[in-house]
């Protein structure tokens, strides 16, 4: 008798990388208090990320992402939408997806080198 494992669809259209990360969000449309949130990143593909976050985001928010490009400095804004947010153990797990992919792609590809 052989019996196998349920395969499962992966419903997403980017491989994900798990990469640990602080950014900073902000909210374009607030439901009230502080605008900004610090956000804990635990994975990234070139169509959005997931995160963990102190308060409650709801789908469709629009959120302003602040991802640091190298230790040295320089930053990109990035636009993205909530797209689910549940409760966790330690605050709420979101998911965001970039507005637009062309913005992200440039953020996870290597940077060019630079000439000295």
């Known amino acids: 008798m052989n019996i196998q494992a349920p395969v499962m669809l992966e419903r997403r ?3 994900r990388t798990q990469l640990m990360m602080m950014l900073h969000g902000i909210r374009l449309d607030p ?6 949130n610090t956000l804990r990143m635990t994975d990234i593909s070139r169509g959005g990320l997931g995160a963990l976050a102190d308060r409650w985001l709801y789908p469709g928010q629009k959120v302003v992402l602040c991802v640091p490009l190298h230790p040295d400095g320089g930053r990109r804004n990035i636009n993205s939408t909530v797209t689910r947010c ?10 965001l ?5 062309s913005l992200a792609a440039a953020m ?8 000295a």
Do not use: T
């Open 13 to 15: 259209r980017y491989p």
């Open 97 to 101: 997806q970039f507005d637009r992919v």
């Open 108 to 115: 996870c590809s290597p940077q060019p080198a630079v000439a």
């Open 86 to 95: 549940q409760k966790a153990r330690d605050g709420y797990s979101v998911g």
């Open 31 to 36: 439901d009230g208090g502080d605008v900004r």
